[in-house]
């Protein structure tokens, strides 16, 4: 079956530092989305990627999705104690998604 | 509109009760799908239903373990008997289809002593 698979696992950083967490399905994906969950919180959808190459932004934060529509990047510029949390990759497999394990970033402040 | 509701958000039991958590999906949306989530093992699909019908039950653990949904607008997640290794924080999610962003509800926290 399909896997997606994510690094770091976890991540401190110094605030102000950027972070970056990357994605890699076993197979092409028709899309891949991207949640946050804060500490003690649930799964909060951040963005949906869908062409091949595409490159979104929401304030700092950059989603990159690969060429070859299997493998998708976050980056966070200038992070912030705010971003604290873990983010999940995720793919459509079927009729159902396909999570990643998460990255879990720190912030120190 | 409200999101996605589950009840209890907490629920502290002894091995060998039986234990109910329940989920009310945004309205309209046809996908309902039950998560487990812990440290060791992720977040991980238990079962998904579309229009009221289960779909693929194939992650959930053991026989212990049953799901129902009765009508769009409610779901039971079910473990009898409940077994310590079961204590981790249950997600409902629901979606208008399966290639959409999906909507959490805040979780059951179960621990079972």
């Known amino acids: 079956g399909q896997q997606v698979m994510q690094i770091p696992q976890y991540q401190h950083v110094q605030e102000g530092e950027d972070f970056t967490t990357y994605c890699n399905s076993s197979?092409?994906?028709?899309?891949i989305q991207w949640y946050k969950q804060r500490p003690g919180g649930h799964p909060v959808f951040l963005i949906q990627?869908?062409?091949?190459?595409e490159v979104k932004k929401q304030k700092r934060l950059t989603f990159q999705f690969g060429e070859a529509k299997k493998n998708s990047s976050l980056h966070i510029t200038a992070t912030q104690t705010t971003d604290v949390g873990t983010y999940f990759c995720a793919g459509p497999w079927g009729n159902k998604l396909v999570f990643g394990a998460g990255t879990i970033l720190r912030v120190k402040s | 509109d409200a999101g996605v509701i589950q009840s209890p958000r907490h629920e502290v039991t002894e091995m060998g009760q039986e234990v109910t958590l329940r989920c009310k999906p945004i309205s309209g949306h046809d996908y309902l799908f039950w998560y487990r989530q812990t440290m060791m093992r992720g977040l991980e699909l238990l079962i998904y239903?579309?229009?009221?019908?289960?779909?693929?039950d194939s992650g959930m653990p053991e026989d212990r373990f049953s799901a129902k949904m009765p009508n769009a607008s409610f779901s039971t997640l079910k473990i009898q008997p409940s077994e310590p290794r079961d204590s981790a924080v249950y997600f409902c999610?629901?979606?208008?289809?399966?290639?959409?962003?999906?909507?959490f509800g805040p979780g059951t926290r179960l621990t079972v002593l």
């Open positions: 239903f579309n229009n009221n019908v289960p779909i693929d």
């Open positions: 990627l869908v062409k091949s190459g």
């Open positions: 197979t092409t994906l028709s899309n």
């Open positions: 999610a629901s979606t208008t289809s399966g290639y959409n962003e999906q909507f």
